[in-house]
Structure formats: structure tokens, C-alpha cells
């Protein structure tokens, strides 16, 4: 099955963009990236296209996207999917802000990680909600950073472009930052290359802040892909 409905919107703090994503309206979906203050329009999206959630994604562990993911999964009894690189930081998401961000909050959080935690394989794409989502492992934003892919919509007779979830590695016009704990520029230079520059043009690709865009924009016009464009190819990781 193919993705026909992907509703989104801009979290109450960061601007993190949380997505819900289905085969249609009236069933299963999965959420990813449940950030501050969600909860209230993600329950009116819920209401109005009658989904149920069966599990939350996690393109990385960062607060900014996971701040609500106990009361999103709790009240539900759905699982949250995280990169083992990046469970710690369900544990203690402290550990991934910067000096500054701690300070907003005063340097201590009230915190309860989700009763469910399951662990993301880049080698095992997830069937979930009649949908299938392959896992790409994009580490340098963070150590467990990830994209999902999966077929995108098409109506009979057209080609469906792929759908991309870039979390913190794409943005329109720019990437993710790497100067945060256990962010490093090699890694990220070494996803894009790996996972992003080979991915097709007309993927339309859902970021975790800002608009949306795709492969073949973001490879004329973002001047962080053209120059890696430039370089010789890297091996490894």
C-alpha cells in the first residue's frame, strides 16, 4: 500500500514539525516526532480523520521531537521506535541539549520515558499501519539519527514519488546542526552522501523543521549538498 494522507504541523516550541501519516482517512497511522505542546492538535487531526495511532517514530532523541512521546504512546498503549545510538536520550534527553537549551529549562526536567521502547534496525523496514517504512541511519546530527522512507501517493496510472521523514539531517535550504553532544560534521557529511545525494529527485522529502521540499531541489539549490556534491566519494562510515 502506498501513503495517501500525511497531515502535519508546527510543535508550540522549536517550530518541530510532528507528522501522522496513514493509507487513508478512518485508519491505522503512525506519528512521528511528538515535540512540545502537540498533544491538543494532535488529537483534533486524530479526531477528524478518524486515525488510530498503532506506534510513534523517532528521527532522532533530541526534546525538541520526542517531549511528548510518553503521554502520545501512554495514553495510547503504542510503542516508540528510536535508533539504539539514540535510546539514551529517552532515558535522560538533558544529555542532548546545549548549554543554553539546559538553561531553559533550569537545568533539570521532569521526565518519564515511554513504558514501550523498541529499537529501529536499518536492516528491517517496519510494517506498520499498512504501510511499509524503510530506516536509513544518518548519523552526525546525532549518534542515532535516522530517515524513514516509504512509497508515496499516486493516483492509478501515475508514478507515486518516495516520501522522505529527514528528522534534523535535511532542511529546505540547509541541514541539521552538529555542534550538539555526540553531533559530529564528518558523520553528517558522510549521511548525506550515503543516504540523501542518492536518493531520487522527485522524492518529496517531510522535514523535521520547516517546509517541505525535495531531493532534486535541495540538490540544485542547498549549497551544503552542492558542495559535498563536489567532493570525491567518501567510504564508510
Not at 521540499?213 to 567518501?234: C, F, M, S, V
Request: net charge negative; with cysteine.
Amino acid at each position: 500500500r502506498t501513503i495517501v494522507l500525511v497531515r502535519g504541523f508546527p510543535a508550540a516550541a522549536f517550530g518541530t514539525n510532528c507528522w501522522v501519516v496513514a493509507a487513508a482517512t478512518g485508519e491505522e497511522c503512525v506519528v512521528i516526532d511528538p515535540g512540545i505542546g502537540v498533544e491538543a492538535q494532535l488529537d483534533e487531526i486524530l479526531r477528524v480523520d478518524r486515525l488510530k495511532p498503532v506506534a510513534v517514530l523517532l528521527t532522532h532523541g533530541h526534546l525538541d521531537h520526542t517531549f511528548s512521546v510518553t503521554p502520545v504512546c501512554g495514553a495510547r498503549g503504542i510503542p516508540a521506535w528510536i535508533h539504539p545510538g539514540d535510546r539514551d536520550l529517552l532515558a535522560d534527553p538533558m544529555k542532548g541539549l546545549s548549554p543554553e537549551s539546559r538553561t531553559m529549562f533550569g537545568g533539570k526536567l521532569e521526565w518519564t520515558e515511554p513504558d514501550d521502547i523498541a529499537l529501529l534496525d536499518p536492516n528491517s523496514p517496519l510494517e506498520l499501519a499498512g504501510l511499509r517504512f524503510g530506516v536509513d541511519f544518518t548519523p552526525g546530527h546525532t549518534p542515532g539519527s535516522v530517515v524513514f522512507r516509504t512509497p508515496g501517493s499516486g493516483t492509478e496510472g501515475e508514478p507515486a514519488p518516495p516520501v522522505m521523514f529527514s528528522g534534523d539531517v535535511l532542511f529546505a535550504g540547509s541541514i541539521g546542526r552538529t555542534d550538539l553532544p555526540g553531533g559530529s560534521w564528518e558523520q553528517m557529511q558522510q549521511s548525506l552522501a550515503r543516504v540523501v545525494l542518492t536518493a531520487p529527485d522527485a522524492t518529496v522529502v517531510y522535514c523535521g523543521h520547516g517546509p517541505n521540499t525535495t531531493i532534486g531541489h535541495e540538490r540544485a539549490g542547498n549549497p551544503y549538498l552542492q558542495d559535498l556534491a563536489a567532493q570525491p566519494p567518501r567510504r564508510g562510515l
